[in-house]
């Protein structure tokens, strides 16, 4: 089953004595149920515009969006009762109020009752270890413990979808890395996530599938292995420790394309085809360029890549 | 060009030419301008033109109406005794906003850094909430112009003259106090408020803005001996009558000018006591 | 848990972990010191009932704009408007359930105000026809969250909430005649005073603290009702009219 379907979405923001802003120009993305979707692009591309408008609280000016075949705009009330929506930062929470308050509150406001309310917030904060400190101010919290508690909230009334908005922006790595375990393991009890996110890392670690959008419509949409493939049909050479006069000699190679130096003795050389790259690996070889390795583009070259590719 | 090998000159502090307590005095005003002007701009960010006029400006004078009414209810005279009272307050209400605009600092990040620099956190504190002292003077000039005809009394030129003079002592000695409850309010700024909302009502009570002094028995009378605003609002009661100043009204002024000076050293030891904490234990101050 | 009582634990919580809520907690006695002692000062014990219910009034409304006033204000700026917006519950009830809160946490002010009077000037507060007294009181409390209702709206839809909570308080008292009644104000404030609910309020609980025979009971408990019925028709037609705005032209922002 489809979990998210947009078509033809479009939003036009119009400003009193500025020229209108178009967030989303007629997107068309569909997301099966159970997957985790990442959007990718860059400021003001359009995913905060799109998001609000599946969690119901932004209407869109022409075009349409369902959540588990519910219309975002007619059945918004059914919308509401089976997504949930996930912000990144330090709003959301009640800072006064104790994290279990918190949640209690919230799992009233998803028409849960009193005891479910009780069980699922000691469950959520226990998933989140967040138990022991379960009834100190949210204030005193970590940004790391916020945004697991952000995450709780989210999950309180035990959402099929659950749309995600940049939730380990501000976390440190290790803080990071452990909430992606956790909506990693969202999914895999079939949960449909769609996580917004500037982090490639991230993208390429946790989603089924990416789709990356700028001025307000689709680029691409692929596995994050996949996408790789958009820009070559093979490796890239990367090499330690090779000089000026063999580098030249290898942008001469027919097939070659961008060579990029790192500045410390660290060059990427972008080939076309494995015959190119066994010429490039030759040459280096034969100049005594021992350290050297073939790897996919990383989600990160393909992603500006493909912004630059669109810019033209 | 500065000569480093002139004895006048101290490299340590390049900023400062010159020593000596003359030079310590210039740099302490100095910051104090400073200080002042930076609270001058998140003045204009508290309000624009229009939302002070018919925001603030407003309800001010609606808060002394609403005294001058209940005044004229109690009995002949009584509403010009309310109005004056309450007018006089108003420089009170303003001085003592200090109590919380001197938590900004806190809340902006910048008291460490005000302690860690050479110049006395203090001065920089109390330069910083002087904008209140001259809104103060405005209300109040204009709730004495346009509420007094209300009150069925018209002041002379000279009396509004001198009025104006005690009204700044007046602010000035209050402002003592807000700062001196401001930098408690450094330790639990959440507090500021409910404080400095709370010590205005006190004023209103004790030092004969609704009623004389003495009406809550002796106890309160000789505590409102100790708090800026008494003495001062006595002074204006007593030039308003007489159309001018008098020597008693000049002993009034004398004897605010102490109180609120007093206000004012406590003000100043409260934070030096409360930087060096600070530096000691890495808290008090420095706690976001 | 009912959605009621979920919204008035938050709701409590909320008012009691903030000390700037607690600011009309604090000054409610103190002046009702004020206005008890400028009665006594003056020797006008019939003004008793004025200065006994002036200070409530005043912090019942107090409490209203500062707090209940700035309920979508202040989840707006906390990032948590839309999310709540997200849940199945209806926006304006879960508003009307956290303002009644706020009301009835405010009758404490009721409680101390007694105490400053009896235990500060020994006098005990009497009240001579006490039914007619709870039922204009409860009309009263009733307006009140009519009007926070409007406020809490309006502030919203305006982003002007520092500058209405500044300019609004005394203005209102003293049109609500909450200690001189309205038609003891100069005439040009009277038809205005009139549109306030307070200023029937006041009247009718000074009249039922008084011995004398309430007049005109039917007529201006009418007005009570009627007026705080505006407010509450008025809060509701505008708070709608915000959220969809919020929909339809994304103004009030996730970020």
Same mark, same amino acid.
């Given at each position: 089953?489809?979990?998210?379907?947009?078509?033809?979405?479009?939003?036009?923001?119009?400003?009193?004595?500025?020229?209108?802003?178009?967030?989303?120009?007629?997107?068309?993305?569909?997301?099966?149920?159970?997957?985790?979707?990442?959007?990718?692009?860059?400021?003001?591309?359009?995913?905060?515009?799109?998001?609000?408008?599946?969690?119901?609280?932004?209407?869109?000016?022409?075009?349409?969006?369902?959540?588990?075949? %519910?219309?975002?705009?007619?059945?918004?009330?059914?919308?509401?009762?089976?997504?949930?929506?996930?912000?990144?930062?330090?709003?959301?929470?009640?800072?006064?109020?104790?994290?279990?308050?918190?949640?209690?509150?919230? =799992?009233?406001?998803?028409?849960?009752?009193?005891?479910?309310?009780?069980?699922?917030?000691?469950?959520?904060?226990?998933?989140?270890?967040?138990?022991?400190?379960?009834?100190?101010?949210?204030?005193?919290?970590?940004?790391?413990?916020?945004?697991?508690? %952000?995450?709780?909230?989210?999950?309180?009334?035990?959402?099929?979808?659950?749309?995600?908005?940049?939730?380990?922006?501000?976390?440190?790595?290790?803080? =990071?890395?452990?909430?992606?375990?956790?909506?990693?393991?969202?999914?895999?009890?079939?949960?449909?996530?769609?996580?917004?996110? %500037?982090?490639?890392?991230?993208?390429?670690?946790?989603?089924?599938?990416?789709? +990356?959008?700028?001025?307000?419509?689709?680029?691409?949409?692929?596995?994050?292995?996949?996408?790789?493939?958009?820009?070559?049909?093979?490796?890239?050479?990367?090499?330690?420790?090779?000089?000026?006069?063999?580098?030249?000699?290898?942008?001469?190679?027919?097939?070659?394309?961008?060579?990029?130096?790192?500045?410390?003795?660290?060059?990427?050389?972008?080939?076309?085809?494995?015959?190119?790259?066994?010429?490039?690996?030759?040459?280096?070889?034969?100049?005594?360029?021992?350290?050297?390795?073939?790897? +996919?583009?990383?989600?990160?070259?393909?992603?500006?890549?493909?912004?630059?590719?669109?810019?033209? | 060009?500065?000569?480093?090998?002139?004895?006048?000159?101290?490299?340590?502090?390049?900023?400062?030419?010159?020593?000596?307590?003359?030079?310590?005095?210039? *740099?302490?005003?100095?910051?104090?301008?400073?200080?002042?002007?930076?609270?001058?701009?998140?003045?204009?960010?508290?309000?624009?033109?229009?939302?002070?006029?018919?925001?603030?400006?407003?309800?001010?004078?609606?808060?002394?109406?609403?005294?001058?009414?209940?005044?004229?209810? #109690?009995?002949?005279?009584?509403?010009?005794? #309310?109005?004056?009272?309450?007018?006089?307050? #108003?420089?009170?209400?303003?001085?003592?906003?200090?109590?919380?605009?001197?938590?900004?600092?806190?809340?902006?990040?910048?008291?460490?850094?005000?302690?860690?620099?050479?110049?006395?956190?203090?001065?920089?504190?109390?330069?910083?909430?002087?904008?209140?002292?001259?809104?103060?003077?405005?209300?109040?000039?204009?709730?004495?112009?346009?509420?007094?005809?209300?009150?069925?009394?018209?002041?002379?030129?000279?009396?509004?003259?001198?009025? *104006?003079?005690?009204?700044?002592?007046?602010?000035?000695?209050?402002?003592?106090?807000?700062?001196?409850?401001?930098?408690?309010?450094?330790?639990?700024?959440?507090?500021?408020?409910?404080?400095?909302?709370?010590?205005?009502?006190?004023?209103?009570?004790?030092?004969?803005?609704?009623?004389?002094? !003495?009406?809550?028995?002796?106890?309160?009378?000789?505590?409102?001996?100790?708090?800026?605003?008494?003495?001062?609002?006595?002074?204006?009661?007593?030039?308003?009558? !007489?159309?001018?100043?008098? *020597?008693?009204?000049?002993?009034? *002024?004398?004897?605010?000018? !102490?109180?609120?000076?007093?206000?004012?050293?406590?003000?100043?030891?409260?934070?030096?006591?409360?930087?060096?904490?600070?530096?000691?234990?890495?808290?008090?101050?420095?706690?976001? | 848990?009912?959605?009621?009582?979920?919204?008035?634990?938050?709701?409590?919580?909320?008012?009691?972990?903030?000390?700037?809520?607690?600011?009309?907690?604090?000054?409610?006695?103190?002046?009702?010191?004020?206005?008890?002692?400028?009665?006594?000062?003056?020797?006008?014990?019939?003004?008793?009932?004025?200065?006994?219910?002036?200070?409530?009034?005043?912090?019942?409304?107090?409490?209203?704009?500062?707090?209940?006033?700035?309920?979508?204000?202040?989840?707006?700026?906390?990032?948590?408007?839309?999310?709540?917006?997200?849940?199945?519950?209806?926006?304006?009830?879960?508003?009307?359930?956290?303002?009644?809160?706020?009301?009835?946490?405010?009758?404490?002010?009721?409680?101390?105000?007694?105490?400053?009077?009896?235990?500060?000037?020994?006098?005990?507060?009497?009240?001579?026809?006490?039914?007619?007294?709870?039922?204009?009181?409860?009309?009263?409390?009733?307006?009140?969250?009519?009007?926070?209702?409007?406020?809490?709206?309006?502030?919203?839809?305006?982003?002007?909430?520092?500058?209405?909570?500044?300019?609004?308080?005394?203005?209102?008292?003293?049109?609500?005649?909450?200690?001189?009644?309205?038609?003891?104000?100069?005439?040009?404030?009277?038809?205005?005073?009139?549109?306030?609910?307070?200023?029937?309020?006041?009247?009718?609980?000074?009249?039922?603290?008084?011995?004398?025979?309430?007049?005109?009971?039917?007529?201006?408990?009418?007005?009570?009702?009627?007026?705080?019925?505006?407010?509450?028709?008025?809060?509701?037609?505008?708070?709608?009219?915000?959220?969809?705005?919020?929909?339809?032209?994304?103004?009030?922002?996730?970020?």
């Amino acid at each position: 089953m489809t979990a998210v379907e947009a078509i033809a979405l479009t939003r036009i923001y119009h400003q009193k004595g500025r020229p209108d802003v178009t967030a989303l120009a007629g997107l068309d993305l569909t997301v099966a149920e159970g997957e985790v979707h990442g959007l990718l692009g860059p400021n003001g591309a359009g995913k905060s515009t799109f998001m609000r408008i599946l969690a119901t609280v932004l209407l869109p000016t022409s075009g349409s969006a369902r959540v588990l075949g %519910h219309d975002v705009v007619a059945d918004h009330t059914q919308v509401r009762r089976q997504l949930a929506v996930v912000f990144g930062g330090d709003r959301g929470l009640y800072p006064r109020l104790s994290a279990r308050h918190n949640l209690r509150y919230w =799992a009233a406001l998803y028409r849960l009752d009193g005891r479910t309310a009780a069980r699922r917030a000691d469950e959520l904060l226990t998933e989140m270890g967040l138990a022991d400190r379960a009834d100190d101010r949210v204030e005193t919290y970590s940004t790391g413990m916020r945004q697991r508690l %952000h995450l709780a909230r989210g999950l309180i009334a035990d959402p099929r979808v659950l749309l995600l908005d940049e939730p380990t922006n501000g976390l440190d790595p290790v803080a =990071a890395h452990q909430l992606r375990g956790i909506i990693r393991g969202l999914a895999d009890s079939g949960r449909t996530v769609l996580l917004a996110t %500037h982090d490639m890392a991230e993208a390429e670690a946790v989603c089924d599938r990416v789709t +990356m959008i700028n001025h307000g419509r689709v680029i691409a949409t692929e596995a994050p292995r996949q996408l790789a493939r958009w820009i070559t049909t093979c490796e890239r050479v990367d090499a330690d420790g090779a000089g000026e006069e063999v580098l030249a000699r290898i942008k001469e190679l027919p097939g070659v394309g961008e060579v990029t130096s790192d500045g410390d003795g660290s060059v990427s050389i972008a080939v076309d085809s494995r015959e190119t790259a066994g010429l490039v690996l030759q040459r280096l070889l034969d100049s005594g360029v021992t350290s050297v390795r073939t790897a +996919m583009p990383s989600l990160e070259e393909v992603y500006l890549h493909l912004l630059r590719e669109e810019a033209r | 060009m500065i000569d480093v090998a002139d004895p006048r000159v101290d490299t340590a502090t390049p900023s400062l030419v010159g020593s000596g307590p003359l030079a310590a005095v210039k *740099a302490g005003a100095r910051a104090m301008w400073w200080a002042s002007r930076t609270g001058l701009a998140d003045f204009s960010i508290i309000f624009t033109v229009w939302t002070w006029l018919f925001g603030w400006g407003l309800r001010i004078l609606a808060q002394v109406l609403f005294y001058l009414v209940i005044g004229s209810l #109690l009995g002949p005279g009584q509403g010009e005794y #309310l109005m004056i009272g309450n007018t006089v307050c #108003l420089m009170a209400v303003h001085s003592l906003l200090a109590s919380a605009s001197l938590t900004w600092e806190r809340q902006n990040g910048t008291l460490p850094l005000l302690v860690a620099s050479p110049t006395p956190p203090a001065l920089v504190l109390i330069g910083r909430s002087l904008f209140w002292i001259p809104d103060g003077l405005v209300c109040a000039m204009a709730a004495f112009v346009i509420l007094g005809p209300v009150a069925g009394v018209h002041f002379t030129a000279a009396a509004l003259g001198w009025t *104006a003079l005690l009204l700044v002592l007046t602010g000035v000695s209050c402002y003592g106090l807000g700062c001196f409850l401001g930098s408690l309010m450094l330790v639990v700024p959440d507090l500021r408020n409910v404080v400095g909302n709370g010590m205005v009502t006190v004023l209103m009570i004790l030092c004969g803005v609704n009623f004389p002094p !003495a009406t809550l028995g002796p106890v309160a009378h000789a505590v409102s001996a100790y708090l800026p605003l008494t003495h001062g609002l006595t002074a204006i009661r007593m030039t308003l009558d !007489a159309g001018g100043a008098s *020597a008693a009204v000049g002993r009034q *002024a004398l004897l605010e000018i !102490a109180v609120g000076s007093v206000w004012l050293v406590l003000a100043v030891v409260a934070l030096q006591v409360l930087a060096r904490r600070s530096r000691r234990d890495g808290r008090a101050l420095f706690q976001q | 848990m009912s959605l009621f009582v979920a919204a008035a634990r938050l709701q409590i919580g909320q008012i009691f972990s903030d000390r700037d809520y607690t600011i009309e907690l604090v000054r409610a006695p103190l002046l009702a010191v004020v206005f008890l002692a400028l009665v006594r000062q003056a020797d006008r014990p019939d003004l008793l009932a004025n200065a006994l219910l002036a200070p409530i009034l005043m912090a019942l409304f107090g409490m209203a704009l500062s707090i209940s006033g700035e309920i979508v204000d202040a989840d707006r700026w906390m990032g948590l408007l839309e999310p709540t917006i997200a849940t199945p519950v209806p926006f304006p009830r879960l508003v009307l359930h956290r303002i009644v809160t706020t009301t009835l946490v405010s009758l404490i002010i009721a409680v101390e105000v007694c105490l400053v009077s009896i235990a500060g000037f020994g006098i005990v507060p009497v009240v001579h026809h006490p039914w007619m007294f709870a039922v204009v009181a409860v009309l009263t409390l009733a307006a009140m969250v009519g009007w926070s209702l409007l406020m809490s709206a309006l502030f919203v839809a305006t982003r002007t909430a520092r500058t209405f909570q500044n300019t609004l308080s005394y203005p209102f008292m003293l049109l609500g005649g909450v200690f001189v009644p309205v038609d003891q104000l100069p005439g040009w404030m009277q038809p205005v005073g009139r549109l306030v609910f307070l200023s029937w309020s006041s009247d009718l609980l000074r009249d039922a603290m008084a011995a004398p025979p309430v007049t005109s009971v039917a007529a201006r408990t009418g007005m009570v009702v009627l007026l705080g019925a505006a407010g509450l028709g008025l809060g509701l037609l505008l708070l709608r009219r915000v959220l969809r705005r919020v929909r339809a032209t994304g103004t009030l922002g996730l970020r």
